[in-house]
């Protein structure tokens, strides 16, 4: 699942989320770690849970549902420095 970049070990795992139609909220699930590498870039941070679990963690995230190995545009993957999502458009222009 794609999650937020923790800043120290002891921090909980956040996992990120994306309106979805009508304003809704859905986590965002991979079948695999190749498939969210595809779907959201090499610098995506994840963390690997089984499908048995993934409706407790859309319970707790407060997600209304989930979206199953989405691909994210390039434009808004994640950039090689934190959690900052860098615009390959914007680096063109300049």
């Known amino acids: 699942m794609a999650s937020r970049r923790p800043t120290s070990p002891d921090d909980e795992v956040v996992l990120e989320l994306r309106r979805i139609d009508q304003g809704r909220l859905a986590v965002m699930a991979y079948s695999s770690l190749d498939a969210l590498v595809e779907c959201c870039g ?10 048995a679990e993934l409706d407790d963690w859309v319970r707790r995230s407060e997600a209304d549902g989930f979206l199953w190995d989405a691909e994210i545009p390039e434009e808004h993957q994640h950039g090689p420095f934190g959690d900052d999502v860098i615009s390959r458009k914007d680096d063109e222009d300049a």
């Open 42 to 51: 090499g610098q995506q941070p994840w963390v690997a849970t089984t499908p």
